[in-house]
């Protein structure tokens, strides 16, 4: 897919103050259950992590430090908006919460579902694999999750 | 050191609502420049990155949405305090910003400043190293840090 159709699918431009061959700014970074003019949620395809989110920050901006207190505050409700539709549908084990930027500096936070039996766990997801990913969650697990996230954060932020 | 000790270093009880065998709850965590009654801030001794802070929620608590919403939002200002410190003081290349909880689920953040030539850069801390620390920071430097943790996070939450 092109990145003009995936700014298109998306609905609304993701490249507001873009950086030129930044990816956050050329793509919006996955499935997108909602989204707002300040930032987006993002489902990530990754096959280790099922239900694995991330909230980007529409404009390029590098810190958290970098936004105004009002902007910082939405962010982190979004965030932990993220978490707690994650934790209703998937009961994890434990949520794990990262920005870091350092490849890609466009600020976004990676919302991570975690599992005792997960590829990595007690290890970060950064870290050594430590066995096999559990296998897929049913499709309607996937379902639940897509619809939990867009009404809640449709209605914690209209 | 003994745990009790610590406790009485710290000026503040660290084990409200403590679990037993929580490290966090039993110990400060390491040298703490400002703490209140719901959070302390420490300084990691961690010789490969200097700077490395941990904002540590005080009562045993799991997850961040465990928390009330205005106790989220004083805890990212703590943490988003100490990013700007460290911004200012150190002036790194990126902050990474983490809170996992997956070996002591006690709501503790990381706040790690990142610098180009450190031993993981680009990966996360947690990932494979790429290189040799870099040289320690002069000592002035840490002073500094200190004196400005303190400082500011007493003028913001006096």
Redesign the interface.
């Known amino acids: 897919m092109r990145p003009e159709e995936e700014q298109s699918q998306c609905g609304v431009p993701v490249n507001l103050d873009a950086s030129p061959g930044c990816e956050f700014c050329r793509q919006s970074g996955g499935e997108v259950p909602w989204r707002d003019e300040k930032c987006r949620v993002v489902l990530v395809a990754d096959p280790d992590y099922h239900g694995f989110c991330r909230v980007i920050w529409n404009a390029h901006v ?4 970098d936004l105004a207190r009002d902007e ?2 939405h962010c ?1 409700r979004v965030v ?1 908006s993220v ?2 539709v994650l ?1 209703r549908v998937l009961k994890p084990h ?10 890609t ?1 466009h600020l976004h936070w990676h919302v991570i579902p ?1 599992f005792e039996y997960d590829a990595h ?4 997801i ?2 050594d694999r430590q066995r096999s990913a559990p296998p897929a969650a049913p499709a309607e697990t996937g379902l639940q999750l897509r619809e939990l996230l867009a009404t809640m954060l449709a209605r914690n932020y209209p």
């Open positions: 590098k810190e958290m430090t910082q505050q982190m932990l978490e707690q934790r434990k949520i794990n919460l990262a920005s870091f930027g350092n490849m500096p975690r766990f007690p290890q970060t950064w870290g």
